[in-house]
């Protein structure tokens, strides 16, 4: 079985050593295996369960919540419906982002239309008529 360096995850995961040592220190990482001498030796599930807890960091969740998750990952399946209900959870929250980004989005898009009409139009007072822009 192959194994990682905590470099070579680093890298490949597009994250710090530190920011792995962070982990393992916070109880994120207790299935990782080490040598003798302490050094962290990462297999192919480790690093599907590091994307995991990438995924859900980038949904906002904060890292003690995480480590609930990764706990009850270890628990085995007398605890599938609390995760099934954090995904859930992880889910409708993601779609309210998505909502809202949506709204900036299109912000910025008339933003940039009004800016490029007045340049087509050499003025801003092309616009003159519609409420005030900024």
Avoid at 37 to 65: H, N, Q, W, Y
Avoid at 87 to 107: G, N, P
Wanted: charged share 35%; aromatic share 8%; glycine share 4%.
């Amino acid at each position: 079985m192959k194994t990682y360096s905590i470099g070579e995850v680093a890298k490949e995961l597009n994250l710090t050593a530190y920011t792995l040592r962070y982990y393992d220190k916070e109880g994120l990482l207790p299935f990782v295996e080490r040598t003798d001498s302490g050094t962290r030796l990462f297999k192919e599930s480790d690093i599907d369960a590091l994307k995991v807890i990438e995924c859900l960091k980038s949904t906002g969740m904060p890292i003690k919540e995480i480590r609930h998750f990764i706990d009850w990952c270890s628990d085995g399946d007398d605890t599938l419906q609390q995760r099934y209900d954090m995904f859930l959870e992880r889910k409708a929250s993601v779609e309210q982002q998505m909502e809202e980004l949506q709204k900036t989005m299109e912000l910025i898009e008339h933003k940039c239309s009004y800016y490029k009409t007045a340049l087509d139009a050499g003025t801003e007072v092309i616009h003159k008529n519609n409420k005030i822009e900024i």
